[in-house]
């Protein structure tokens, strides 16, 4: 494999030509550098006029390796060949550098340039290329790669130390200015003592003094800026990314440059590229890929444009108990979550995932706008944020199992779209149920992630070791102990008249995130009722099931068949304007309870308004089908007067059609036991189920309401 590397621009704020002197001052040897032993001039040439300055030389290194490996090589020292070419007209020098000594094994090449700034013509630019290519090392193959790759980054940030030496050196000494190159007709008429061409040294030529101001005197722009578009500066990067190795630089150098060159249009944010790096350790490749993906991802959904076009609902304003506050003690963007008081299953049943991601992503597409004006506020780079999460009020009800699946989902895309955005998770007041929510969540977070978790249970988090050590004593919120007001909602329970069916849409223009959700919706019809498949291969299998009555009373019931049902769609025995395309019937009009199939749950009658959660341990395979069918009065003898609840019902099946929206899943029998689904509520039929999973002598059901 070859190993590639590319450096950023460093900026010398000194003239090209006081530049080229110093560099001149390596060679024949350079005790600044330990590893360069030495030089001698093989071949050297000048054009007629001088401007063009050819210098090829024999470089002797000194190899840092273990002995033993420098034993089985047979050699000491390493040659390399030195090719400089400097034109004074256009202020330019190029280096062109490859390996003498077992070129037939290993292939080194190195490019250099010097040029002059394109916006300030008193500075120099310094660029870097290489490649390695180890074809055969008598099986050390990887070890000299890492060698090499080590000795060589380590000799790259010295090399314009060594340079910078030699400036002030040559400073120090009074020579603060050498001409620039001029015409042999020119040089004629400013005389004899400036008719050398300034790639001689200072020494040489007599040409230095001191009649300019001393470079590097002006002030510097008040910011870094790249010198060329396309191009990153050291500064820059050392400014608004931060402290980058060399091989590091070189990554995010690369992958900036294929981007351009593969990418139409607008690319990522220099930040956002190197989020990408760290979450794939700088493995270029890999970080390539996802970036794509996520490049790909973002131009399919618009995401770019949803600060502008994204508008939280109102009920999601009220609800979702979530909000920037001020900053931390590094400078990092602060977001409060009070996820204790948040109704997670009821925001996903009145809005939901959709609703709830795009929100999710505009809080992080916010977050990095904030990291770029703090990046600019206090002058040092920051490119994460804080995230402040209060379990105050967390109990079983937040382990709902499909609120947990819509969380999983959520942090999926934000893992493989934000990476390394988040600087550090704060979780307080964590209460005695939350290791079952981290341990059902953490297997989907990243490693680097999980690692800026800290977790406070109690009042651990007041103190010294708590909150103050992040967070400053006057930005706490007043809710945790502090003196700083915080306007983030405090939440409560989403009213079910909120809760939303499939055929209700929230009315936005924006793409679908998601095409599919975890609640899907029904109607139920007086004399076509909604009915679901459910293949079983193997008994002591659990389904469990997850429905609210938004309109209407229906009967929810459990057959078992061993033959496969043929799924059709009915429509209503009286005209309907909403149709009943998400009705369907499996249950053949011709087929007899008792014969083609059997009940296995007793009829349940759900009213309007109710939320039903539920779970059935299968004994048999073969085919289960969930249905729910229009509650209608039952028939009374002429002696008792009707219910009151039959004559409601009765009046209110007028209608003709039920809704309902619902969640199921089938869950192997051995992981049921303390499953998400057995954590609904602490009182939930689910955890009584979940004790009782493994026996197999008859078949267990349970449901829990919630009026």
Not at 523 to 533: D, F, N, Q
Not at 539 to 564: C, M, N, P, Q, Y
């Amino acid at each position: 494999m070859v190993q590639k590397y590319q450096s950023p621009v460093r900026v010398y704020k000194y003239p090209f030509e006081l530049v080229m002197a110093a560099y001149e001052k390596r060679f024949p040897t350079c005790p600044e550098i330990p590893v360069f032993l030495g030089s001698e001039i093989l071949h050297e040439s000048r054009s007629e006029d001088g401007a063009i300055h050819v210098i090829e030389r024999s470089c002797k290194l000194n190899v840092d390796a273990p002995r033993l490996l420098k034993k089985i090589a047979g050699v000491e020292h390493v040659f390399f060949i030195q090719r400089n070419t400097v034109n004074w007209r256009e202020r330019t020098l190029r280096i062109e550098a490859h390996n003498e000594t077992f070129a037939n094994r290993v292939v080194v090449r190195e490019t250099c340039s010097y040029s002059v700034h394109p916006e300030n013509e008193d500075w120099t630019c310094f660029e870097q290329s290489a490649s390695l290519d180890i074809k055969s090392f008598f099986g050390f193959e990887s070890t000299v790669e890492k060698i090499a790759m080590k000795q060589y980054t380590s000799n790259i940030k010295r090399g314009k130390e060594v340079i910078e030496h030699y400036l002030k050196e040559l400073i120090s000494q009074g020579i603060t200015f050498i001409p620039r190159w001029s015409p042999p007709a020119a040089e004629e008429e400013r005389g004899p003592a400036l008719a050398r061409a300034p790639g001689a040294t200072p020494q040489e030529s007599g040409a230095a003094g001191t009649s300019r101001d001393p470079p590097g005197s002006p002030c510097p722009p008040p910011e870094p800026a790249s010198p060329d578009g396309d191009k990153l500066d050291s500064d820059y990067i050392e400014r608004y990314l931060g402290q980058l190795t060399p091989l590091q630089e070189s990554c995010l150098i690369r992958l900036r440059q294929w981007l351009q060159e593969t990418h139409k249009g607008k690319i990522p944010k220099d930040e956002h590229i190197l989020r990408f790096l760290r979450a794939r350790d700088f493995n270029i490749d890999k970080a390539r890929e996802m970036l794509c993906q996520s490049l790909a991802w973002r131009k399919q959904y618009q995401v770019d444009l949803i600060l502008q076009s994204w508008r939280p609902p109102a009920l999601l304003q009220e609800y979702y108990t979530g909000g920037w506050h001020y900053q931390d003690k590094d400078g990092r963007p602060l977001y409060i979550l009070r996820l204790g008081q948040m109704d997670t299953k009821g925001l996903v049943k009145a809005l939901g995932e959709e609703s709830l991601l795009r929100h999710v992503l505009s809080i992080n597409e916010e977050g990095q706008k904030r990291c770029e004006e703090n990046t600019n506020i206090f002058g040092r780079p920051i490119t994460s944020w804080t995230c402040l999460v209060d379990l105050e009020g967390l109990n079983m009800r937040h382990l709902w199992r499909p609120g947990v699946k819509a969380l999983l989902r959520i942090i999926e895309v934000v893992e493989d779209n934000y990476p390394e955005t988040l600087g550090r998770l704060l979780i307080v007041r964590a209460p005695r149920v939350f290791p079952v929510l981290w341990t059902l969540v953490s297997p989907f977070i990243n490693e680097n992630t999980r690692q800026k978790f800290l977790i406070y249970s109690g009042n651990n988090y007041q103190g010294s070791g708590g909150l103050v050590d992040y967070v400053d004593k006057d930005v706490i919120p007043d809710f945790l102990g502090g003196d700083c007001m915080c306007t983030v909602s405090e939440g409560g329970l989403v009213p079910k008249s909120l809760y939303q069916s499939e055929d209700e849409p929230e009315n936005s223009d924006h793409i679908r995130l998601w095409t599919e959700t975890i609640y899907h919706s029904a109607s139920v019809l007086r004399g076509a009722p909604h009915e679901i498949l459910v293949e079983i291969l193997e008994g002591e299998s659990v389904i469990t099931w997850d429905f609210d009555i938004l309109k209407g009373d229906v009967v929810f019931s459990l057959f078992h068949s061993k033959r496969a049902p043929e799924p059709s769609h009915k429509e209503a025995t009286a005209p309907s304007p909403c149709g009943a395309g998400d009705n369907v019937q499996l249950i053949d009009k011709s087929w007899v309870l008792g014969v083609d199939y059997s009940r296995v749950e007793s009829p349940l009658v759900c009213r309007e308004g109710e939320s039903i959660q539920g779970s059935h341990v299968t004994r048999w395979p073969g085919f289960y089908i969930l249905q729910w069918r229009m509650h209608g009065p039952l028939p009374c003898s002429s002696s008792s007067l009707p219910r009151v609840d039959d004559v409601l019902a009765s009046l209110q099946g007028s209608s003709h059609k039920c809704k309902l929206i619902y969640y199921y899943e089938v869950l192997a029998s051995k992981d049921f036991r303390g499953s998400m689904s057995s954590l609904e509520s602490c009182t939930s039929g689910f955890s009584q189920l979940s004790g009782v999973t493994t026996s197999s002598s008859q078949s267990q059901s349970s449901s829990h309401l919630s009026r």
